[in-house]
């Protein structure tokens, strides 16, 4: 009776069942559960040592980690019941997915351990500039939004290849700016419009490439910018988003006017899963040294 009434206790707080759930499907480590929780490492450790202490949970070795796995079966029917009164539980399954991907893809694994080292050592040659300019010319012509533009560097770096790019910012003076620029520089095919993320001033189906850099996380409804981006993209064409993965620098509301805190790779797949995009994926990209520690994803999609 006792083992029972402990198990009982156990299972009754909504993260230590959501622990189970997930491991219902596969042993996972410390780590693996952060990123699909979304909780810190001392909370998750709690947790485990709670159902460790329950009976329902136990651990095994591999390497440096360890790898927690079910131990009582009897509860599993049980578990999975509840899962129906679990909000997370959807959305948990999805990050679990993305999680056991990366698990299998070690090369995937290794160069995001590579990411932001270029150009941390001088190599003679060897520049983001020079990489930039190559993979530019390898792009085909096609018409780009650039959303979220602000003065429109990379809608100006765009432009030498492109065969139109609509540069969208919602500050009169970015525009004003940005234009200029463009007319300086005898950048024809780069048009800067004023208008939201949410509502672009962009034809439907009238554009190849939709961009998003650094701008989603000033949307007020992400999901709406995404699926305006999906109005104005031909059949076929693509979703770019490179934005900032979640984090607790709260200061960036104040100093960036940043409305979200990034996002976590599930949540950018879901905007654009959600909207109707094909063979959606998505990298961390770029991790930066010191703090805050700003990581940076990047996610695609097809239309």
């Known amino acids: 009776m006792a083992s029972i009434l402990k198990s009982l206790r156990a299972v009754g707080d909504i993260n230590r069942l959501r622990i189970l759930l997930l491991l219902d499907h596969e042993e ?78 070690k090369v995937r694994t290794y160069f995001d351990e590579l990411a932001g080292k270029f150009g941390r050592n001088y190599v003679p040659g060897r520049s983001w500039k020079g990489l930039a300019e190559m993979l530019l010319q390898l792009m085909p012509p096609m018409t780009i939004a ?10 100006q770096l765009l432009a030498q290849r492109a065969e139109k790019v609509i540069a969208v910012d919602n500050s009169a003076k970015m525009v004003e700016f940005g234009a200029r620029l463009a007319r300086e520089n005898g950048l024809a095919n780069l048009e800067y419009r004023q208008g939201d993320l949410e509502s672009p001033p962009i034809d439907a189906e009238s554009v190849d490439l939709a961009f998003f850099s650094q701008s989603l996380h000033h949307s007020l409804h992400p999901q709406r910018a995404v699926e305006a981006a999906w109005k104005m993209l031909k059949p076929g064409g693509r979703i770019v988003v490179l934005d900032l993965k979640k984090h607790a620098f709260e200061q960036a509301r104040e100093m960036y006017a940043d409305t979200w ?39 695609i999609g097809r239309k």
Do not use: C
Not at 67 to 72: E, N, P, V
Not at 270 to 278: A, D, N, R, S
């Open 28 to 105: 996972l480590a410390v780590a693996e559960l952060q990123e699909i929780l979304g909780l810190g490492q001392s909370r998750i450790s709690t947790h485990l040592a709670q159902l460790k202490q329950a009976d329902l949970v136990e651990d095994r070795k591999q390497g440096k980690n360890s790898l927690y796995q079910l131990k009582d079966r009897h509860l599993v029917e049980v578990v999975r019941a509840a899962a129906e009164e679990v909000p997370e539980a959807a959305a948990d399954e999805k990050a679990l997915a993305l999680v056991l991907e990366k698990r299998r893809d």
């Open 146 to 155: 650039d959303l979220g533009a602000g003065e429109g560097t990379f809608s």
């Open 261 to 299: 805190l990034g996002f976590s790779e599930v949540e950018l797949r879901g905007f654009l899963e959600q909207t109707g995009f094909k063979e959606v994926q998505s990298w961390i990209v770029d991790r930066e040294g010191q703090a805050p520690a700003f990581e940076t994803i990047l996610a």
